[in-house]
């Protein structure tokens, strides 16, 4: 078969000019029979090196045997080829994702006399769909260990309760039993704070209150909160933590959580009887806190993307009692908030990590003491409780008449606005999403009538936005589920002492 005429140069610079594409010619074979100053331009290969078949080198090379398939069966019906593939990209010395087609022109005799094709560069979109494709299997794997840390707590919860039920005369199981609730639910409670907090921070929703403090104090904090778990696994725990030299500005509760998270984790990730060490000291205006531990290490080729959502490394994932791989993009943000920044470091598998904290150092100056105002004893108060999940607030007027306090229950909205009426509450605790009336329009109508008395929203809603629609509504206090005593206690005493008097009608 011989190769067809070789096209003018006016012709082919017209098909190059009418597309951004690579566009270009070959023989009957495939082969380039000219010049083809488009690829030369793009693949770096001259005259000489893509002449024939010489373009092919420019192809990667796992993409070639698919391609020269998918050519042979063009060749042979005479039908449009079709291919994907990467193709060296000379200015930015990489491969790039390519779509591949062309046509063939037929002579009179109905033989292949030449292929026109392009080269469609699609690598962007190739990246983002893999990008895609890999965010979605994070997502899926996140939602199954959700799943999975949310029903671990739901098994000894329910032994827990079953032995109540049965050993209620057996003081020392029923305080076991009652531990063990506790614990579970407090673990619960902590990782739908944590998934909430890094969705503000992603949405550049969370709040932090930076002010003039000892780095010394949520250290100690995050000591405390983690002291239970690094005492269980037998850890040896070394602490280095000056007073009063460490002087930043940050939100000591928020320092205590990113503090307590990284504690936790060596204490997680290294084998019974380890060592995790605590350290402060100021360096080049910073203060720089490292926790170090001789636990199980991180994979190298893990570190770039350690403290993205969602990520945990293996073996890490097989030993994370109760993490969701969200601690660690809890911490970058929460540090990177407070204007300082985080980062791991890893000799490999087996030999320990340490992460570093650095923030901004104010002076050298101790920070002042803060001294909490002492709270008033709370006097007997009238408590109305209105949520339609009947167990939800059974238990919490049991738990408002254990602190002292005449509770009532509602079941929604317009029976909580009808009980106010007879019943007179110094506060009223609303669930939002109730039927007949939700506690929005409750709250309105109770705040209208009863101007003097205290709202709180008790919901499982906590973004911003949800606060905003609370105090909109006439809320006084917006309390997220679950709704802690001591949390419920403070309130009640601190909003409610100044009210001896009681709620006052509009005439």
Request: charged content about 25%; some cysteine; overall charge negative.
């Amino acid at each position: 078969m011989h190769s067809a005429p070789v096209p003018s140069d006016s012709r082919y610079e017209s098909l190059s000019r009418v597309s951004a594409q690579i566009a270009w010619i070959t023989d009957a074979h495939g082969e380039f029979a000219a010049p083809q100053p488009a690829w030369a331009d793009y693949t770096g290969q001259s005259w000489d090196e893509h002449r024939g078949l010489g373009w092919q080198r420019a192809v990667h090379p796992d993409d070639l045997p698919a391609m020269r398939r998918n050519w042979s069966v063009a060749q042979e019906q005479r039908a449009v080829f079709g291919a994907e593939g990467r193709i060296w990209h000379a200015p930015s010395a990489q491969y790039r994702h390519f779509e591949i087609r062309a046509v063939p022109s037929l002579g009179e005799d109905g033989q292949v006399r030449e292929w026109i094709g392009t080269c469609t560069d699609v690598h962007e979109r190739r990246s983002n769909e893999q990008a895609l494709r890999i965010a979605d299997r994070r997502k899926d794997e996140f939602m199954a260990v959700l799943a999975h840390e949310l029903r671990n707590p739901l098994a000894p919860i329910r032994n827990a309760v079953h032995v109540l039920k049965v050993c209620r005369e057996d003081n020392a199981r029923s305080a076991w039993a009652r531990n063990i609730i506790e614990r579970q639910v407090d673990q619960m409670a902590r990782l739908l704070d944590d998934l909430l907090d890094v969705t503000r921070i992603a949405r550049g929703k969370l709040e932090v209150r930076r002010e003039r403090l000892d780095l010394a104090e949520p250290l100690e904090r995050a000591i405390e909160t983690s002291r239970p778990q690094l005492d269980a696994q037998g850890h040896a725990f070394e602490v280095d933590v000056p007073r009063g030299t460490l002087v930043v500005e940050g939100d000591a509760p928020r320092l205590a959580q990113v503090f307590a998270n990284l504690l936790n984790n060596a204490a997680k990730y290294t084998d019974r009887g380890g060592r995790v060490q605590l350290s402060a000291h100021a360096e080049d205006g910073q203060a720089v806190v490292r926790v170090r531990d001789n636990g199980i290490g991180i994979d190298p080729a893990v570190l770039p993307t350690l403290f993205r959502i969602y990520t945990q490394a293996v073996p890490a994932r097989e030993r994370a009692q109760g993490g969701l791989g969200i601690g660690l993009s809890l911490v970058r943000g929460l540090v990177e908030m407070q204007g300082g920044s985080v980062a791991a470091s890893s000799e490999g598998l087996g030999r320990g990590s340490e992460f570093v904290v650095r923030l901004p150092l104010v002076s050298h100056e101790a920070a002042p003491v803060r001294r909490s105002a002492p709270v008033a004893e709370p006097r007997r108060l009238r408590v109305l409780v209105a949520d339609d999940n009947h167990d939800a607030a059974q238990t919490l007027a049991v738990l408002l008449e254990v602190m002292g306090h005449q509770a009532r229950i509602a079941a929604d909205g317009e029976e909580a606005v009808e009980l106010a009426e007879s019943f007179r509450p110094d506060a009223v605790l609303l669930d939002i999403g109730m039927p007949r009336l939700d506690g929005y329009a409750a709250a309105q109508r109770i705040r209208e009538k009863w101007p003097g008395t205290l709202l709180v929203a008790v919901t499982g809603w906590g973004r911003r936005e949800d606060v905003q629609q609370a105090v909109a509504a006439g809320f006084d206090h917006h309390l997220v589920k679950p709704v802690g005593p001591e949390q419920l206690a403070r309130l009640l005493s601190g909003d409610v002492r100044n009210r001896a008097d009681g709620p006052q009608p509009v005439k």
